[in-house]
């Protein structure tokens, strides 16, 4: 089963695994600013759970999307950018 999903995941452009890094930001986001707002404990521990599942589901999909010479091209090219 794990390899299915991987397989499909795989299929996906970089680009597409690109975005779905991307998504995972908002969500830590949430999940985190949540905690600011005056909710009681048990909505609180439903938000986070759900916001920061959602991040790292996004996270560990789009790292399975780009892959490993995708993630050194995502790196390259920030580190460029900042010379």
Not at 6 to 20: D, E, N
Not at 38 to 65: E, V
Request: positive net charge.
């Amino acid at each position: 089963m794990k390899e299915k999903i991987k397989q499909f995941l795989q299929r996906f452009s970089f680009r597409t695994g690109v975005i779905v890094l991307a998504m995972c930001i908002p969500c830590y986001i949430i999940s985190f600013a949540q905690f600011a707002l005056d909710l009681s404990a048990s909505l609180h521990t439903f938000l986070w759970t759900g916001f920061f599942g959602l991040a790292k589901t996004f996270q560990y999909g789009g790292l399975t999307i780009v892959g490993v010479e995708g993630w050194k091209r995502i790196k390259n090219y920030f580190s460029n950018k900042k010379e």
